[in-house]
């Protein structure tokens, strides 16, 4: 998911190619061991032009993947059952549901690092945060499901999911700043401030890096960038913090006290 769409067997490639099903496959994996109601998969597949068989359709497609997939056949019954299949898609009434061990789904991996190293950062474990950060980021191969043409249901996952990359990736920057690591961030702050110029949090961070680096400067200079970018694209000048950050650097106050900016 993290990447373009992939599912491995045992070690074979089994990626449905057909566009539908691979969207209802993303789908009921971005809600895993949740059901996924049919209204909600025939909004993501036709909006509100569904055609007249949806229902014959849409269960040909759960077919296909069940038989590309191997995965078993399980239906509502089956569910809560001790002896049921571990993988399995299950039929609802309703709906339907993916089950797999949440290890099986690097989604489902990448938010529960990510989570964790949140909550490592801010017990004050930084160097466990980094590394479980890192370890989280590690995940990504791309942008998710980049080859996958999402509706409007996916797409709010496929956003959803594409912010907290974008928070954990300023989580684990924090956790370097604060070890002391500004040598080894520059670059990555250099090309996420150019990618990014209205990004407040990562342009105080660039700053903070600059400054701790002797490069005070160009710690400045960003700060001129940054605020050029907000005026002139957003209508808005930079955020009380960051103006903090600037007067702090701009009176010389010693490196290790200075804060890396918003995180907005």
Known sequence: MLGPLT????GKAVTPTAPKPRRVLALLAMSLNSVVRNEQIIE?????????????????????????LGLATANAADYGNRHRPAEALHTFSGGYMLSLTPDSLD?????????????ELESGRVEEAAQTLREALSLWRGDALVDVN?????????VRLEE????????RIDADLRLGRHHSVLSELVRLAAQQPTHEGFQGKLMTAFYRAGRRSDALHAYQQ???????ELGVEPSDELQQLHQAILVGEPAQDLRAGSRK
């Open 107 to 119: 989604a489902a991996r990448f938010e529960r690092l990510a989570k964790r190293g949140q909550a």
């Open 164 to 171: 907290l990359r974008r928070s954990t990736l300023e989580a």
């Open 226 to 232: 940054v605020r050029l970018a907000l005026v002139s």
């Open 7 to 10: 599912v491995t067997v045992n």
């Open 150 to 158: 999402p509706g409007p249901v996916l797409q709010v996952e496929v």
């Open 44 to 68: 993501e597949l036709w909006e509100d032009r569904p055609p007249a068989s949806v229902t014959t359709t849409l269960q040909t497609y759960v077919y296909q993947l069940r038989k590309s």
